[in-house]
């Protein structure tokens, strides 16, 4: 069945720093990939999201690039924030009706 | 607008007992989808609702569970006799339609249920 991969947490570093949120999947067909981030004492809100083949998805300074040959979506930002600690969540979807399928989530916590 | 409300945030039930939760979704939005989220786990999807209609329910975990929705608004969820392992927090999700641009999926803040 569909899976997604994506790197345990938690992933702790200092502001300015250089972040990457690894997430790989499986999936039958052609998935749209999408990336979700819940800030603490929120709910989950969509990040930012790919539907092809080398779309990049890019939303608050975020990005993530749909790799097919290497099944991929890999989160990026080049300079965090103490406000960017949150969890993230790789998540597809594959069907007509949007179920999502989502990763475990990856723990960010950003210090001054 | 609101966003997706649920109700109630928490919830502490003794095993046996059964429970509902509730959801209010954006308003039309058509699309309805309960996830749960068990400790250190990945959300796990439940069902889809299409107005009142539910072509997936694929994701419900035994027939204690069962959910309905009235036209294209609220949806209870309903666990019966519940057991420890039901504990998560359960997360309601609405979109204006399924998939495609419309489909962006907005969630509410969830129902943290503990089964003592």
């Known amino acids: 069945g569909d899976s997604v991969t994506q790197m345990e947490g938690p992933v702790t570093l200092s502001e300015e720093a250089f972040l990457t949120i690894n997430c790989t999947y499986t999936?039958?067909?052609?998935?749209?990939l999408f990336w979700y981030v819940q800030y603490p004492g929120e709910g989950l809100q969509l990040l930012l999201k790919a539907t092809k083949a080398d779309d990049k998805g890019s939303n608050k300074g975020f990005e993530a690039t749909y790799r097919k040959e290497t099944t991929s979506f890999h989160l990026e930002k080049g300079s965090v924030q103490v406000s960017d600690s949150a969890v993230y969540f790789c998540?597809?979807?594959?069907?007509?009706?949007?179920?999502?399928?989502f990763g475990a989530g990856t723990q960010v916590v950003v210090t001054p | 607008g609101a966003g997706v409300s649920q109700s109630p945030s928490n919830k502490v039930t003794e095993k046996g007992k059964d429970v509902e939760l509730r959801c209010d979704p954006i308003s039309g939005h058509t699309a309805l989808y309960w996830y749960r989220q068990r400790l250190g786990q990945g959300l796990e999807f439940l069902i889809y609702f299409q107005g009142n209609s539910a072509p997936d329910k694929s994701g419900l975990p035994s027939d204690r569970f069962s959910a309905e929705r009235t036209g294209e608004s609220v949806s209870t969820l309903t666990i019966q006799r519940t057991q420890q392992e039901d504990s998560a927090v359960y997360l309601c999700?609405?979109?204006?339609?399924?998939?495609?641009?419309?489909?962006?999926?907005?969630f509410g803040p969830g129902t943290r249920l503990l089964v003592l």
């Open positions: 999936a039958t067909g052609y998935p749209s």
């Open positions: 998540a597809l979807s594959t069907d007509s009706w949007g179920k999502l399928q």
């Open positions: 999700a609405s979109s204006f339609t399924s998939g495609g641009a419309g489909g962006t999926q907005y």
